[in-house]
């Protein structure tokens, strides 16, 4: 499965998302692994943004700019914790 998300003719401090549904509760490390292409210039930020309880949100990982055509590998390790999404 793949998501495209075009930065083509948008406004400058446009964002988009994509949200997972929660994960239980878990006592284990997990570790979210994609594939990313950010080419071209006035590029903005990719982050994975870990939320808990629709309250707290954390980084966990983010890359800013232009990095060129090729497809980058991205991982982002979630620590165990309480009932988040991603």
């Known amino acids: ?3 495209v998300f075009s ?3 948008k406004n400058p ?3 988009a998302s994509l949200e997972s549904e ?3 509760p878990n006592d284990k ?3 979210l692994t994609f594939f990313y292409s950010m080419s071209g210039k ?3 930020t990719l982050k994975v943004v870990r939320r808990e309880e629709n309250v707290i949100e954390s980084t966990l990982w ?3 700019g232009d990095q060129g055509w090729v497809w980058k590998r991205g991982m982002a390790v979630m620590k165990p ?3 988040y999404n991603q």
């Open 62 to 64: 983010f890359i800013t």
């Open 81 to 83: 914790s309480i009932l």
């Open 13 to 15: 401090g446009s964002e």
């Open 1 to 3: 499965n793949y998501v």
């Open 22 to 24: 929660f994960f239980p």
């Open 7 to 9: 930065t083509k003719d």
């Open 29 to 31: 490390e997990m570790c």
């Open 42 to 44: 006035d590029l903005g």
